[in-house]
């Protein structure tokens, strides 16, 4: 790592400090119970020091995600939303396309190296994978970060902990500074 790179760090640690967060799960079968990719993210991001707003699951379906972002989006301090599911190839898979047309900033190597990492572990089943990231429009000004990753514990632990914590409050810093 660059010093560049860790005096940023450094200094998001020190002027971000807890980013505020909501986890959205996409599916039609998961439960409260059942969850176990969620579950993941609620406790890395906790151990990572960050703090959960809010969590729900939602049926895949267009409308079901879009009012999940609306009501996440409308929260001032949620400053990053987590989704999980519903970002493959499937018929029943629009998360990505719900994500992106609220995206005013892509973060384009967020996917690229949740996929490049994905290769490592599943060989060329990585290209199934349209997992995505950008800024969306605050309903109260600004921007907040939006992670869309695949619904299997795996990937959620490949981009939660190669990806997403180390970099969380370093990506709240630079966009706010």
Not at 27 to 38: A, H, L, N, V
């Amino acid at each position: 790592m660059s010093e560049s790179t860790k005096g940023h760090r450094v200094a998001a640690e020190k002027t971000v400090g807890a980013v505020a967060c909501a986890v959205i799960t996409v599916s039609d079968t998961r439960t409260p119970e059942t969850d176990k990719g969620g579950d993941l993210i609620v406790r890395l991001l906790t151990e990572g020091g960050h703090d959960i707003v809010d969590r729900c699951i939602v049926p895949d379906d267009p409308g079901a995600i879009d009012a999940a972002l609306d009501r996440y989006l409308g929260e001032a301090r949620v400053l990053t939303v987590l989704l999980t599911g519903g970002t493959g190839i499937a018929k029943r898979d629009t998360t990505i396309e719900v994500v992106r047309r609220r995206f005013v900033a892509e973060l384009s190597g967020f996917g690229e190296i949740f996929r490049m990492l994905s290769w490592e572990q599943v060989g060329a089943a990585a290209m199934l994978s349209r997992a995505t990231a950008g800024l969306a429009e605050h309903a109260e000004g600004g921007d907040t970060f939006v992670f869309a990753m695949p619904g299997s514990v795996n990937a959620v632990e490949t981009a939660m902990v190669n990806l997403i914590v180390p970099e969380l409050g370093h990506l709240v810093w630079e966009r706010k500074r």
